[in-house]
């Protein structure tokens, strides 16, 4: 999930929020399902990963400190998103789920 969503990225993905020269909204893929499948694949190892330690205390409070650093990013990343799509991404937003799917 995380290597195909990232292809999917192509020449947008960095490692910082920036917009590239010639940025564009990707929708296709996972990105038709999810607006950030690569923190969706995150998710499911950090969920993974505490749910197999043998010391679950370990586990979940990895688990919670992962859920704050991406939940930040993801606050960055829509800013900039808005600020550079606007409209489209504002639709975009509306009827795709940010790290699971939309539940209709």
Request: proline share 3%; no cysteine.
């Amino acid at each position: 999930m995380f290597h195909l969503a990232h292809r999917a990225l192509g020449r947008n993905w960095s490692v910082s929020l920036d917009v590239r020269e010639n940025h564009e909204l990707v929708t296709e893929g996972f990105y038709r399902r999810v607006r950030h499948p690569i923190y969706s694949a995150f998710w499911l190892w950090a969920v993974a990963q505490a749910l197999l330690l043998p010391n679950w205390i370990a586990g979940f409070a990895g688990l919670a400190g992962f859920g704050i650093l991406i939940f930040g990013r993801v606050a960055g990343e829509g800013r900039i998103m808005l600020q550079t799509f606007a409209d489209s991404y504002r639709e975009y937003m509306a009827r795709i789920g940010r790290i699971f799917p939309s539940i209709r």
